[in-house]
């Protein structure tokens, strides 16, 4: 599903090149479960924005799906996420005025369909996480843990087969942080490959698949 060999990214400030990723080798098959587990600076958001789509490598090669998409166009890559790929940010990146359903829906609009699909969609994916009476609740109406789960539901929006989630619980009291967690275990479950970027090995430690990484390498890969 996913394969990366020797991937780099090198990043230009000023005359400096900054190497974030220093040629690494992953392979992550359909519905697996992991964490990219390491300190900050370690390179783990960067390799999440490569796996995702949201950026590309210097060098190496990324296929997904068998699909070469290391060279592809930003329009061609915006696809590849839309379809593929949801999201989960720490900071949640809901739109504060707008309700929980309306936040969900937010993805399938620019997939199409009518706003009756949309709005049936959205209120399944929320019913999903444990949110069906919150959906006319705005993110301020909502707790920090509430607020996580609407963002895995649009996560959710467009049916990915992968979900990358970056430090999902770094915002969240101990006890949001595992219903949240809870939430990946089940989609993990139901056939979506779950990829949890993390420095808490506590949290690591929830998957049964973790891949340490330090100064933009791989230092252990480790299978449970």
Same mark, same amino acid.
């Given at each position: 599903?996913?394969?990366?060999?020797?991937?780099?990214?090198?990043?230009?400030?000023?005359?400096?090149?900054?190497?974030?990723?220093?040629?690494?080798?992953?392979?992550?098959?359909?519905?697996?479960?992991?964490?990219?587990?390491?300190?900050?600076?370690?390179?783990?958001?960067?390799?999440?924005?490569? =796996?995702?789509?949201? #950026?590309? &490598? +210097?060098?190496?090669?990324?296929?997904?799906? /068998?699909?070469? *998409?290391?060279?592809?166009?930003?329009?061609?890559?915006?696809?590849?996420?839309?379809?593929?790929?949801?999201?989960?940010?720490?900071?949640?990146?809901?739109?504060?005025?707008?309700?929980?359903?309306?936040?969900?829906?937010?993805?399938?609009?620019?997939?199409?369909?009518?706003?009756?699909?949309?709005?049936?969609?959205?209120?399944?994916?929320?019913?999903?996480?444990?949110?069906?009476?919150?959906?006319?609740?705005?993110?301020?109406?909502?707790?920090?843990?509430?607020?996580?789960?609407?963002?895995?539901?649009?996560?959710?929006?467009?049916?990915?087969? =992968?979900?990358?989630? #970056?430090? &999902? +619980?770094?915002?969240?009291?101990?006890?949001? /942080?595992?219903? *949240?967690?809870?939430?990946?275990?089940?989609?993990?479950?139901?056939?979506?490959?779950?990829?949890?970027?993390?420095?808490?090995?506590?949290?690591?430690?929830?998957?049964?698949?973790?891949?340490?990484?330090?100064?933009?390498?791989?230092?252990?890969?480790?299978?449970?």
């Amino acid at each position: 599903m996913i394969k990366l060999t020797g991937v780099k990214k090198i990043y230009q400030m000023g005359k400096i090149d900054v190497a974030a990723i220093r040629g690494i080798d992953l392979k992550v098959e359909n519905n697996e479960y992991l964490s990219v587990l390491g300190p900050s600076g370690s390179g783990k958001s960067t390799l999440m924005h490569i =796996i995702g789509c949201l #950026d590309t &490598p +210097t060098e190496g090669e990324y296929r997904l799906e /068998g699909r070469d *998409v290391s060279g592809l166009s930003s329009n061609q890559l915006a696809e590849i996420r839309n379809k593929k790929v949801g999201f989960v940010f720490q900071s949640f990146n809901l739109l504060p005025y707008a309700t929980a359903l309306e936040n969900v829906e937010l993805p399938m609009i620019y997939k199409g369909g009518s706003a009756r699909q949309r709005r049936k969609r959205a209120g399944e994916l929320l019913a999903k996480v444990g949110l069906g009476d919150r959906a006319r609740h705005r993110p301020t109406e909502l707790s920090g843990g509430e607020r996580q789960r609407v963002a895995i539901a649009r996560a959710l929006a467009n049916s990915p087969s =992968i979900v990358l989630a #970056d430090e &999902p +619980t770094g915002n969240l009291d101990s006890t949001s /942080g595992k219903e *949240v967690i809870q939430v990946f275990d089940e989609l993990w479950q139901q056939g979506c490959i779950v990829i949890i970027v993390t420095h808490d090995s506590e949290i690591a430690d929830r998957t049964p698949r973790i891949v340490k990484l330090l100064d933009g390498r791989v230092v252990d890969d480790m299978q449970r």
